[in-house]
């Protein structure tokens, strides 16, 4: 099924060269189902390498999934420009108040 992302995301290029359904949020208030809402502390050093295995392991269920990428505030990223994560990823201050589904933590 979808998978939600935004619609720059690096990722999500790569994802449909592999055939892979991604929508972005127009397509996706216009879909008669719910989305599973799953936030993920992405903590990988390279985290565009791993939002692009996490988002196709996602991909392969029968739902419709809506990612949200959550980061660390106190964490200065060295492999990662802040350039991307101010625009992909949420602090848990912008999160705090969300109902998830479910929660994907990452490691090194």
């Known amino acids: 099924m979808p ?6 995301l690096p990722a999500k ?3 449909e060269k592999e055939n892979i359904f991604v929508m972005d949020e127009n ?9 599973i809402n799953i936030a993920i502390l992405n903590l990988m050093p390279l ?10 392991s996602l991909s392969n269920t029968p739902l419709q999934v809506d990612v949200t ?8 990223s060295k492999n990662t420009s802040m350039s991307h994560l101010n625009k992909f990823y949420e602090t848990f201050a912008d999160i705090k108040n969300r109902y998830f589904d479910g929660l994907i933590i990452t490691g090194a």
């Open 3 to 8: 998978i939600k992302t935004q619609s720059d």
């Open 13 to 15: 290029e790569i994802l």
């Open 27 to 35: 397509r996706a208030t216009h879909q008669d189902i719910r989305a």
């Open 47 to 56: 985290k565009e390498d791993t939002e692009l295995q996490l988002l196709r």
């Open 69 to 76: 990428f959550v980061a660390v505030s106190s964490h200065e």
